[in-house]
């Protein structure tokens, strides 16, 4: 059942291809939301821009690989979303690799350097340029996805990148809370039905697991209590 509880709402969601973001995407848009599908994946896009587009709410597609994004890149993004729709009210981070899980001293530097690179690096890039055209709004909510206790052995960049995302999270709610117009928060949706969890734990049985769309309550809360305050 859809409402209009986030019509007249600009976000951006990472990761919107498949998984945790693509549910987000679509459990945002299902309240209105014009939503803008960030992924590498083209095809995954394609099917989470029709899903989104039988609930007569027409989203956008932005493909992106974070991973070989640059400074440039992400200024085009925020030039192109203040053109197309003049205003941006939510950023959702759900973009997340799980790279290589190996003791450090068997870890290879290239895909440590990208999984660190995508999972914290692209989101405070993505982060620090969208804030200008956020802030032009009254109120505004940036959510990231977090993935706790691994910071443990064998969790490689993976778990320094989750830490990261905590970190980066609390140092920016802390700098724009007199503000009072932009909340942060980081999100912890547990074990969900991915792909990302089934290749980290390759033996449990997915059935056992909540699907992604049965984790958006929290999203969903979040992005609205922002509004319900102004």
Known sequence: MSSTELADTVILVTGAANGIGAAVAKAYAAEGATIVLLDKDVSGLEKTYDAINALSRQPAIYPLDLKGAGINDYQDLVNTLEAEFGRLDGLV?????LGQLAPIEHQDPTSWLETVHINLTAAFLLTKT?????????????????????????????????????TLSKQLAEELEQEGRIQVSCVEPGRVRTALFSRAFPAFPPDDLPKPEDIVSTYLWLMKNNRNDD
């Not at 981070?93 to 690799?97: D, F, L, V």
């Not at 709004?137 to 706790?148: N, S």
Request: net charge positive.
């Open 93 to 97: 981070h759900c973009a997340a690799s």
């Open 130 to 166: 969208c804030l200008p055209l956020m802030r032009k709004q009254r109120q505004g909510t940036i959510i990231f996805t977090t993935d706790q206790y691994k910071d443990k052995a064998y969790w490689s960049g993976y778990g320094i990148s989750k830490a990261g995302i905590e």
